[in-house]
């Protein structure tokens, strides 16, 4: 899938995006299989979780967008930021989070990732630099533009990519963040999540001025597509723009282009669309076809793929079992991690005087 150009002043930006990720080893890809397997399988047992009751809450699967989360996330560095909307669970793994707390999130457990008072829309781990996890759709867009203000501003590096569904492209904090991104060259990178559908509205139905990707032109900023079934595409135009953020301090938009195969959350059926819509994307599945590229390349066999599988059905099952004998938060809980505490806030003499 070409790279999209947008802007004239990014002329160099479009070469050789392989060139900007270092020399893959076969246990290298087959890392990316790994975290491909452990998502799809832990969404399943999610789904069964949901099924059963034992996870009361929303729930929003992955599947069928995991080159997307895992192909993006691989080339950044472990204190890049990284933040997202409420289908979170793939992001969240991708980015290392522990499967176990993942799943207790779920369960409402005192053991999760945010202590149970989260659920699905709001996995969190301060430690792996993921920020969430948000429900209300944009919201997270301002905040990722916070994270990168603070990289800058710190001098520390960093790159933050804030994703968000092709269901938040029109809400105004989203253009308002790629003003500001823009304006104060931040190191920011826009993932737009495109898999067609925003609840059971199509993208067709509810936006202008395709492809999405074109918003980046009104802003001046550096436009990408990325075939999102395809992890390898994924990684190299996520590189791209990685290395415009990280080497000249300038934010990009992405337009990667995915699938969910199942509803909205657990409670939708997904009757607005045909199982034959569906069928025809599962035919580019990401997991199946990455498997035939490592086969052609000759760093898996059939063995060796059903034994990577089974190790991920059984980390999925140690996550469930886990979450299942936790126990519930203490009432006492009820009030904690609300606000900031005292003692954490910084001196007022550190506040609001970021930008001149
Ligand atoms: C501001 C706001 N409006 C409406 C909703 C209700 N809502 C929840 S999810 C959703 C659809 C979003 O779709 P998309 O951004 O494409 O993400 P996807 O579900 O495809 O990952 C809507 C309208 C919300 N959570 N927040």
């Not at 890392?31 to 491909?36: E, S």
């Not at 904090?173 to 991104?181: G, I, K, R």
């Not at 079934?229 to 300038?250: C, F, N």
Request: some cysteine.
């Amino acid at each position: 899938m070409p790279t999209t150009k947008t802007s004239q002043k990014k002329s160099s930006f479009n070469e050789g995006s392989t060139k900007l990720l270092p020399q893959q080893s076969p246990g290298d890809r087959l890392d990316l299989l790994k975290q491909m397997l452990l998502i799809r399988r832990f969404e399943e047992k999610a789904a069964q979780a949901a099924t059963q009751k034992k996870i009361k809450g929303f729930c929003h699967l992955y599947i069928g967008q995991e080159a997307l989360a895992v192909g993006t996330i691989s080339v950044l560095n472990p204190h890049d930021g990284v933040i997202t909307a409420y289908r979170d669970h793939g992001h969240g793994l991708a980015r290392g989070m522990c499967p176990q707390a993942c799943m207790a999130e779920l369960f409402g457990k005192a053991t999760g990732c945010s202590r149970g008072k989260g659920g699905s829309m709001h996995f969190f781990d301060a430690k792996k630099h993921f920020y969430g996890g948000h429900g209300i759709v944009g919201g997270q867009t301002p905040l990722g533009l916070g994270i990168a203000f603070s990289q800058k501003y710190k001098g520390d590096g960093g790159v933050t990519l804030c994703y968000l569904g092709d269901g938040a492209v029109n809400q105004g904090p989203f253009h308002e963040s790629l003003n500001l991104a823009a304006l104060w060259k931040l190191p920011i990178i826009y993932i737009i999540e495109n898999n067609e559908w925003s609840m059971g509205t199509s993208l067709a139905r509810s936006s202008a001025g395709l492809p999405l990707v074109n918003r980046a032109q009104a802003y001046d900023m550096a436009g990408i597509v990325a075939d999102g079934m395809d992890v390898d595409d994924v990684r190299a135009k996520t590189a791209e723009a990685v290395h415009l953020a990280r080497t000249e301090s300038q934010p990009t938009l992405m337009e990667i282009k995915t699938y969910r195969y199942r509803g909205h959350s657990m409670s939708d059926p997904g009757s607005y669309r045909t199982k034959e819509e569906i069928e025809k994307h599962k035919q580019h599945d990401p997991i199946l076809t990455y498997r035939s590229r490592l086969m052609e390349e000759g760093i898996m066999d059939n063995p060796t793929f059903d034994q990577l599988d089974a190790e991920a059905q059984k980390i999925s099952q140690e996550a469930y079992d886990f979450a299942e004998k936790s126990p519930e938060p203490e009432l006492e809980t009820l009030w904690e991690d609300i606000f900031t505490p005292e003692d954490q806030i910084p001196p007022l003499e550190h506040r609001g005087r970021f930008h001149r």
